[in-house]
C-alpha cells in the first residue's frame, strides 16, 4: 500500500511540473491604430480563465499565462482583438475604434450633434448611468477605465483634486489640463492651491471646479480627442475636450426621481506603517532622570523623536503625560511598554451620503426640470468634513414653429473644513506618524489629553517642558490647525434659435461661468512654530456671447451639404489676493489678518487682475456623398 501512494504521489509530482514548465511570463504594450498613443485601462485576460490584468499609463502590460494561449484585448469603444501567444514572450498590440458605434450621435464642440462616422476626429462617450453607478463625489472619478486615452489620476484626499490628460502630456512645464465644457459652455477646471502644494509640497488640497458638477444631472460625456476636436476653442482645447451634455425634460410628461446612497470605508492597516514593539523613545540606550512624586526615576527623552531608544522592560519611567498637569499621571512613573493603540487608531471611519430629487415635466410646447443633490462627506481625519448643495435648472419653449427658447441654471456650493494636509508638515499626520514617532506613546491618550483642556499636551515636549518642540499633539493640529474653505460656482446660459429655412437656422447664446472662493489656513499659538493666519480670495467670471448659423442641405440623392458659420465673443475677469499675518498672532483664537503682530507686507504677488477679451470667427463644413 505504501508503493502505491509513493508512486501516486511522484506521478503527481510530475504532472505539476509539467504544468509549471508550460506556464510563461509576458510582457507588451497596447497602442491606438489611429496615432499610435498608448492605451491605458484596457483589459487583458488570458481566454478562457480568469487570469488577467490592466494597461499601465503607457500602455505597458505583464502577465503569466499558459504557453499557446490566447489573450484577449478589451476596452469600451474599441474593437475586441484576440492574440495566440504561442511562445512569445514579448507583444505589441494595436486597436481600432469599434466600427459598430460610428452610427451613434455624439455631441461634439459648441453642443452641436453629429453622428459619429461624420467626424474626423476621435470621440468616445460615456452614459449618465455609468457616472452615477458609482455615486462618488467627484464625478471624473467615474470617467476612470471608461475612455481610451483618459488618464485620470486623484490625490486620494477629501475632495482633493483631479488630474485630467487626454492621450499624454504635452508640456513638460505647462498646463495640461483637458476642457471642461457643459452644454456647449467652457466651464472653470481651476485648481487654486498654493504653487508649493501643486509641486507636492507643503499645503492643503482644495480640490478643483470640476467636482462642482452634479453627478446626477449628467446624461453623457463625450471626450474629444486631437487638435481637430478642439480647435473651435483654441489653444485652451489644445490638451482635449471632456464635453458634458445635462439631462433635460421632455415634453407631455411629468417625471420625478430620487436617489440616496451611502458608502464607508476605512484605511487598509495592512498596508499602514507597522510599529514595532520592541524598543521606545530615543536615540540611544539610555534616559534622562527626573525627580517627581515617586521619587527620582528615569525619563523619556521627550525632545527625540524616534524610536531607538531602551528596550521595554516594564520598569517604572516618567513619560510624556508626567508634564501634563491635568494629567491623572502628572508627576508620576509609570511601567515602560509599548503603546496599545498605535497611530494607525488615528484614523476614523469615512462615511459619504448622497440624496438628490429631480423632477421634470412638460406639455407640447415647454418643458422644465429641476434638480437639487446634497452631499456630505466626513473624512477618515478627525475633524474633516465636505459638504455639497447643487442645484439645476433648465427649461424649453417653443414660442412659434420657427422660434424657440431655452436656459439653464446651475448653482453650487461647496464648503469643506479641516481638508487634508500634503507635504513635510505637522498638518500632513503621516508625515509624522510615518517618520517621527514614539513607539511608546498611546495615540488614544493623546485624544485625551487634548480634549480635557483642549491644550497642546504634546509627547514632543521642549527642554522646558511648556510646549511642543518639533511635533504637536496631533488632535490640537486637527482642531486648532485646521482649514476651511467656501466656493459658490455658477454656471448657465439662455439660448434663441429661429428657423429661417428647412436646411438654415440661426442661434444666439449668452452664457456666463462664475466662481467665488475663500480658502483659510490658520497655525493656533501654542503650536510648534510661529502662529499664523492665511487667506484666499478668489472672483472668477466668464461670458461667453455666440452666434451660429447651421446648414443642414440636401444638394441631390448622393450628395449632402453640412456646416456651420459663426463669431464667438469671450469676455473673462480674474480678481484675488492671498495674504498672511506677519511674526505671529496677538490674541489666542482670534483669526483675522489684522490679529498680525507686524504690519503685513504688501507685494505685487499678493493681487492679481486679468481682464482678457476674445472675439473670433469659425466655420466648420463637410460634405456626404
Known sequence: MSRKLLLCFIAALLTTSSLLAQQMSLKGRVISQEDGTPLPGVNVVEKGTSNGTVTDSNGNFSID???????????????????????????????????????????????IEKNRNELPYAAQQVSGEQISQTRGANFVNSLSGRVAGLDIKTSNTMGGSTNVVIRGYKSITGNNQALFVIDGIPVTNANNNTAAQRAGGVGTDFGNAAADINPDNIASVNVLKGAAATAIYGSRGANGVIMITTKKGKKNSFDVTINSGITWGKIDKSTYARYQKEYGAGYKDSFNSRTGDDGTLPAVLFGD?????????GSMVYQWDALDRFSPNYNKARPWVAAQNDPSTFYETGITSNQSIAISGGGDKAVVKFGYTRTDEKGVLPNSTLDKDLFNFSTSYDLSKKLSFSATANFSKIKGVGRFGTGYNGRNPNQTFRQWWQTNVDIKEQKEAYFRERQNATWNWNGTGTGPLYSDNPYWSRYENYSNDTRDHFFGYATTTYKLADWVSVMGRFAFDGTFDLQEERLAIGSAGTPNYARFNRSFSETNFDLIANFDKKIS?????????????????????????????????????????????????????????????FANANFGF
Do not use: C, H, W
Not at 494561449?69 to 514579448?90: A, N, P, R, Y
Not at 524610536?307 to 522592560?313: E, K, L
Not at 499675518?581 to 499678493?606: D, M, Q, W
Open 65 to 111: 499565462v499558459q504557453r499557446g494561449s490566447t489573450l484577449v484585448f478589451s476596452f469600451i469603444g474599441l474593437t475586441t482583438s484576440e492574440v495566440l501567444v504561442g511562445d512569445k514572450t514579448s507583444i505589441d498590440v494595436s486597436m481600432s475604434a469599434d466600427i459598430t458605434q460610428l452610427s451613434e450621435v455624439v455631441v461634439t464642440a459648441l453642443g
Open 557 to 617: 440623392e448622393a450628395i449632402t451639404f453640412k456646416g456651420l458659420l459663426g463669431t464667438n465673443m469671450r469676455r473673462t475677469r480674474l480678481e484675488s489676493i492671498r495674504a498672511a499675518t506677519n511674526g505671529g498672532l496677538v490674541v489666542p483664537r482670534l483669526y483675522s489678518l489684522s490679529n498680525s503682530v507686524n504690519p503685513i507686507a504688501f507685494t505685487n504677488a499678493n493681487e492679481e487682475f486679468e481682464r482678457i477679451g476674445v472675439d473670433g470667427v
Open 305 to 313: 523623536d524616534a524610536s531607538y531608544g531602551p528596550r521595554f522592560d
